[in-house]
T-cell receptor, first 111, second 113 residues
Framework: QKEVEQNSGPLSVPEGAIASLNCTYSDRVSQSFFWYRQYSGKSPELIMSIYSNGDKEDGRFTAQLNKASQYVSLLIRDSQPSDSATYLCAVIMGSASKIIFGSGTRLSIRP | DGGITQSPKYLFRKEGQNVTLSCEQNLNHDAMYWYRQDPGQGLRLIYYSQIVNDFQKGDIAEGYSVSREKKESFPLTVTSAQKNPTAFYLC????????????FGPGTRLTVT
């Protein structure tokens, strides 16, 4: 089992709809979780961090964390073509105190 | 402008040559990291440094070397011992080793033929 798993996609969502991206992790004691956006050929950009169970909202983005089920998700409301990118989930593995990145989900917003 | 710079953006080398990738930050961050990204894959940690004059191996350090003589600089050397050096190399930094919000430079795309 991979330490951080994401569906590679592509996930195709119509413009204006909600895009839902999911990530599961293996280490039950993990405490810190991040979402990065990476446009093709560019470097990752941090868009959300979440540390507690529940939802965290920032503009059109909402991160959701469920430690009991070991998953973290990212919702993008009112999806725009500019949201088309690969989204990387990153988790601090509590037992090793190191950050592990998932392989990313490619999101495509269709007009 | 505060940020992380990497140079060059594209680098081409012949097999058997060592090559050094530059990474500079003016964010006053203590910790710096080097990652490698291959097509369709996530980021893999090569080396990291929590403080000046100290660095540790990541998951795929074989064939690479680093130095951290100055807080703002963390160059990576890809040696001829690295079997598959062609990749996208990313440098990142964070305020401290305990602050895991990492910020990335623009990357260097290395092609070795």
């Amino acid at each position: 089992q991979k330490e951080v798993e994401q569906n590679s996609g592509p996930l195709s969502v119509p413009e204006g709809a909600i895009a839902s991206l999911n990530c599961t992790y293996s280490d039950r004691v993990s405490q810190s979780f991040f979402w990065y956006r990476q446009y093709s050929g560019k470097s990752p950009e941090l868009i959300m961090s979440i540390y507690s169970n529940g939802d965290k909202e920032d503009g059109r983005f909402t991160a959701q964390l469920n430690k009991a089920s070991q998953y973290v998700s990212l919702l993008i409301r009112d999806s725009q073509p500019s949201d088309s990118a690969t989204y990387l989930c990153a988790v601090i593995m509590g037992s090793a105190s190191k950050i592990i990145f998932g392989s990313g989900t490619r999101l495509s917003i269709r007009p | 402008d505060g940020g992380i710079t990497q140079s060059p953006k594209y680098l081409f080398r012949k097999e058997g040559q060592n090559v050094t990738l530059s990474c500079e930050q003016n964010l006053n961050h203590d910790a710096m990291y080097w990652y490698r990204q291959d097509p369709g894959q996530g980021l893999r940690l090569i080396y990291y440094s929590q403080i000046v004059n100290d660095f540790q191996k990541g998951d795929i350090a074989e064939g690479y070397s680093v130095s951290r003589e100055k807080k703002e600089s963390f160059p990576l050397t890809v040696t001829s011992a690295q079997k598959n050096p062609t990749a996208f190399y990313l440098c990142a930094s964070s305020i401290s080793a305990h602050s895991y919000e990492q910020y990335f430079g623009p990357g260097t795309r290395l092609t070795v033929t």
